[in-house]
């Protein structure tokens, strides 16, 4: 069993410290709901910095296997930039993971699984898979072309 913490939140860093002495399994995304900006950065570059920081905070505490990591983004820059510092920290690949979406960015999928990292793809199942759907679809109206292309 994991968690999951949302990069955009302002209290996700202290979350994650007050985590950490419980090893847990962290799956790390940036957040896809809508909240004050009292509560959420509002702005996507201030949400990716964030996220960079907390990754990069996972992968230290991943060596020391106090962690694991998950990155689930299909943010190709930030992956690169995960994957460059986990090299540099010298956590190997297996310590961590991507978790991607079924269909998107399945050209990405690959091209990690094939570079040797670990990477799982999320679909949805079981009797809440249209309302789960629906929410995907909500989040990113070009989503409607993507399925429609598809179906088509
Ligand atoms: C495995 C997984 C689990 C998640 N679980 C949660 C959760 O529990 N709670 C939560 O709040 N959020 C969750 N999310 C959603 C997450 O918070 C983001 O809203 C979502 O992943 C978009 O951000 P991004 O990191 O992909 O980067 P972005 O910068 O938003 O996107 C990067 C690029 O990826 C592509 N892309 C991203 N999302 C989509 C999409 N839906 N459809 C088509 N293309 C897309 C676009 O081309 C975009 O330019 C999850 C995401 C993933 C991958």
């Given at each position: 069993?994991?968690?999951?913490l949302?990069?955009?939140?302002r209290r996700?860093p202290k979350d994650l410290?007050?985590l950490?002495p419980l090893r847990p399994a962290?799956?790390l995304?940036?957040g896809?709901?809508?909240?004050?900006?009292?509560?959420?950065f509002?702005k996507?570059?201030?949400?990716d910095?964030?996220y960079?920081a907390?990754?990069?905070?996972?992968?230290?505490?991943?060596?020391?296997?106090?962690v694991?990591?998950?990155?689930?983004?299909?943010?190709?820059?930030l992956i690169?930039?995960?994957?460059a510092?986990?090299a540099?920290?010298k956590?190997?690949?297996g310590?961590y993971?991507?978790h991607?979406?079924?269909?998107?960015?399945?050209d990405a999928q690959?091209r990690l699984?094939?570079a040797?990292?670990?990477v799982?793809?999320?679909i949805?199942?079981?009797?809440?898979w249209?309302?789960w759907?629906?929410r995907?679809l909500?989040?990113?109206?070009a989503?409607?072309?993507f399925?429609?292309r598809?179906?088509?």
């Amino acid at each position: 069993m994991g968690v999951c913490l949302q990069a955009y939140l302002r209290r996700t860093p202290k979350d994650l410290e007050r985590l950490l002495p419980l090893r847990p399994a962290i799956r790390l995304v940036k957040g896809a709901y809508s909240e004050p900006s009292h509560v959420a950065f509002p702005k996507k570059a201030d949400v990716d910095l964030a996220y960079f920081a907390l990754a990069e905070r996972l992968l230290a505490e991943a060596r020391a296997s106090r962690v694991t990591p998950v990155f689930g983004t299909h943010d190709e820059r930030l992956i690169e930039r995960i994957r460059a510092r986990a090299a540099e920290l010298k956590a190997a690949r297996g310590i961590y993971e991507f978790h991607l979406l079924y269909g998107i960015r399945a050209d990405a999928q690959r091209r990690l699984a094939a570079a040797g990292e670990k990477v799982r793809v999320l679909i949805s199942y079981g009797t809440a898979w249209f309302a789960w759907y629906m929410r995907r679809l909500a989040e990113r109206p070009a989503n409607i072309w993507f399925v429609l292309r598809n179906l088509i």
